[in-house]
Every structure is written in C-alpha cells, then in structure tokens.
C-alpha cells in the first residue's frame, strides 16, 4: 500500500513552454502532498506544501507564479513549470501525506525535465 | 535549523563487506529518522524507518540504529553486494512535522 505514482517520467521541452508533471496517490487519499526538486548529487530540496481545496505553501526563494501547484483532489496534485528555462532542468520528486500513515512521506519515483 | 550530515559522502567497496553509513543531525529534538535508497535517475524507496520511541531497526542485511541523545544514526549493512550499489539517504522528522529534512546521501558501489 501507499503508492504514489508521477507521470510523465521524464519529459524535454523547449525552452518557453510550459511543462505539466503529475502526482497521484494510488490506494490511498492525501491529506497532503509536497513537491520537491533534487539537483545531480544534492539533496532533495522541498519546494511547496499543498493541502487539497486550498493554496499551496511555497518555501522561501521557490517562485510561486513560476511553479504553479494544483492539489484538487485528495488523490491529484500538478506541478506546472512555467515559461521554462533551461536552469529549470532538474528532477523533480513528489511525495504524500496520509494521516493513517506511520507519519512519514511516501515518495513518487521522480520526473526528469530537460529543458533545452 | 536542522542540519543532516551523511558521512561519508562516497564509499567504493568490494562484494562481501560489511558497510557502516553514518548521518548525524544538530538538532536532537526528532521525531522519526528514515533511511531511503535512490538508485540514479529514479525515486526514493524507504528502507527503514525508526520512530519516536525505538532505537533501531532491521531488514534483511538492513539494520539501522538511531541515538537521539548524540545526534546520529548508522546504518549497518551486511554481506554487501553489486545490487546494493546506490545512494542512501537519511531523513530527520523534526518534533510534531511530517517534512523532513534529508543529507546529501552516501553514494555506495560495490564491485564484484
């Protein structure tokens, strides 16, 4: 159980699109779900906070009209890069939150954006 | 603020060994430590998790130790093989939060 699952996998754009990446709880419903960026031998950095229904928490230097997060069910939240640049190439890992959880964070396999 | 140390930072061993993975944290005041693999280009997957009230944990080859009082966690593994070749990470659950805050991971290989 607690399966969390992200789509696309990995992803090249031009630079100036705008890239969709989704995060889904598949047996289970999110209290909250997070979205975090992990650069080659770094660690994983948390970007924002959401909560399903309402405004996501962004952590201090993350853009928020640059990163746009939708969280509109307890089992969907996106993460919208837009206008993207090729500094925005990165790996970009979402996890959940379930109350009926061991109070951990269970975590997506990752996405990888190229932006070219 | 919390800061997460993984010692060493990179470690090259033949098969067979037994391993030892250190993460220290400045602040004692935890909740959980969980420890992850992430193999390149892809996700995490969670190890071991101690919780609030145990010291340590086993799986398999796995056995990590957790001492609030000193600030440190190892992680032990036996017997190590090529398969286990991976970055470990260990994540810190401050007091009453579910976000974690992660080392840079220890990069494992271990060759045939």
């Known amino acids: 159980g607690a399966v969390v699952s992200q789509h696309p996998s990995w992803v090249i754009c031009k630079s100036g699109t705008s890239v969709k990446i989704e995060c889904r709880s598949l047996?289970?419903?999110?209290?909250?779900m997070f979205w975090y960026r992990q650069f080659p031998k770094q660690s994983l950095m948390l970007m924002a906070t959401s909560n399903e229904g309402s405004k996501a928490t962004y952590e201090q230097g993350v853009e928020k009209d640059k990163f746009l997060i939708n969280h509109a069910s307890l089992t969907l939240s996106t993460l919208t890069v837009t206008s993207a640049h090729p500094e925005d190439s990165s790996f970009y890992i979402c996890?959940?939150?379930?109350?009926?959880?061991?109070?951990?964070?269970?975590f997506g396999p990752g996405t990888r954006l190229l932006v070219l | 603020k919390q800061e997460v140390t993984q010692i060493p930072a990179a470690l090259s061993v033949p098969e067979g060994e037994n391993l030892v993975l250190n993460c220290s944290f400045t602040d004692s005041a935890i909740y959980n430590l969980q420890w992850f693999r992430q193999d390149p280009g892809k996700g995490l997957t969670s190890l071991l998790l101690i919780q609030s009230s145990q010291r340590e944990q086993t799986s398999g080859r796995l056995n990590a130790s957790l001492d609030k009082s000193s600030g440190r966690s190892t992680l032990y593994i036996a017997a190590s093989q090529p398969g286990d070749s991976a970055t470990y990470l260990c994540?810190?659950?401050?007091?009453?939060?579910?976000?974690?805050?992660f080392g840079r991971g220890t990069s494992l290989i271990v060759h045939p």
């Open positions: 994540a810190v659950y401050p007091g009453g939060s579910y976000i974690p805050t």
């Open positions: 996890s959940a939150y379930t109350e009926r959880g061991k109070e951990t964070q269970y």
């Open positions: 047996d289970f419903q999110a209290t909250t």
